[in-house]
């Protein structure tokens, strides 16, 4: 169920359109979902000083209104690993189209995973799951449910992944937390329903899926026109 800073957050999103990364984010949290340790920074001395807090190295995003795809741009910017690397990649990002800060993040590992949805005209709520990060784009490795789903769903669609085998250890690599993973698609697909009204799709990617849990690493959330 919404809470009333999550219908805030919805609310502030109407003027752009979409969410913003840190909304977006905060918005998770409220719902009970894994999120990095973050901070929306809007001068240098709070960047560094979140960095320095939480432990370099860090990944320092751009937020501005007007860049939803944040790495086309050059947005995006992983192992940030001192102050002065953090002073040189907030003074680039300040150089964007409507800055508005920058979002520093702790860095979490794991396999990239993808869960989306989206809203179909006809069939409502539409949940999405697959190998995330730049390889979704390459193998479209993905499996689609209609919401809401029940943990047999969930596990449906985690098997019927042709690259499933990363997910369980592939060559002795490390085993993903399948019941975190499991519990957070449920949850998903509960907020996915509960926002159906007001929102047009959802991408999380990548989710770093690890033995000790599942993370939101991106997020964009598009409302409906």
């Given at each position: 169920?919404?809470t009333?800073?999550?219908?805030?957050?919805?609310?502030?999103?109407?003027?752009?359109?979409?969410?913003?990364?840190?909304?977006?984010?905060?918005?998770?949290?409220?719902?009970?979902?894994?999120?990095?340790?973050?901070?929306?920074?809007?001068?240098?001395?709070?960047?560094?000083?979140?960095?320095?807090?939480?432990?370099?190295?860090?990944?320092?995003?751009?937020?501005?209104?007007?860049?939803?795809?944040?790495?086309?741009?050059?947005?995006?910017?992983?192992?940030?690993?001192d102050?002065?690397?953090?002073?040189?990649?907030?003074?680039?990002?300040?150089?964007?189209?409507?800055?508005?800060?920058?979002?520093?993040?702790?860095?979490?590992?794991?396999v990239?995973?993808?869960?989306?949805?989206?809203?179909?005209?006809?069939?409502?709520?539409?949940?999405?799951?697959?190998?995330?990060?730049?390889?979704?784009?390459?193998?479209?490795?993905?499996?689609?449910?209609?919401?809401?789903?029940c943990?047999?769903?969930?596990?449906?669609?985690?098997?019927?992944?042709?690259?499933?085998?990363?997910?369980?250890?592939?060559?002795?690599?490390?085993?993903?937390?399948?019941?975190?993973?499991?519990?957070?698609?449920?949850?998903?697909?509960?907020?996915?329903?509960?926002?159906?009204?007001?929102?047009?799709?959802?991408?999380?990617?990548?989710?770093?899926?690890?033995?000790?849990?599942?993370?939101?690493?991106?997020?964009?959330?598009?409302?409906?026109?």
């Amino acid at each position: 169920m919404l809470t009333k800073e999550m219908g805030n957050l919805l609310q502030s999103a109407q003027t752009h359109g979409w969410i913003m990364e840190p909304y977006a984010k905060r918005l998770f949290a409220l719902a009970g979902i894994d999120v990095p340790l973050f901070r929306w920074a809007k001068t240098l001395e709070e960047a560094g000083s979140f960095s320095r807090e939480v432990g370099y190295p860090v990944v320092m995003k751009i937020v501005s209104p007007r860049v939803i795809h944040k790495s086309e741009v050059g947005g995006v910017v992983v192992g940030v690993s001192d102050d002065a690397s953090c002073a040189k990649t907030f003074n680039r990002l300040s150089l964007i189209e409507g800055f508005e800060g920058v979002l520093v993040e702790e860095m979490v590992k794991g396999v990239e995973i993808i869960i989306g949805a989206t809203i179909d005209n006809q069939f409502g709520p539409i949940i999405l799951l697959g190998i995330g990060g730049t390889a979704t784009e390459i193998y479209h490795d993905v499996s689609l449910a209609m919401a809401p789903l029940c943990e047999i769903d969930v596990e449906k669609m985690i098997r019927s992944l042709k690259a499933v085998s990363l997910l369980e250890g592939f060559r002795g690599s490390e085993r993903v937390n399948m019941d975190t993973l499991k519990k957070l698609v449920i949850s998903f697909s509960e907020l996915v329903m509960d926002l159906g009204d007001v929102i047009e799709s959802i991408d999380l990617n990548p989710v770093m899926c690890s033995a000790e849990g599942c993370v939101i690493a991106d997020a964009r959330i598009m409302m409906r026109r």
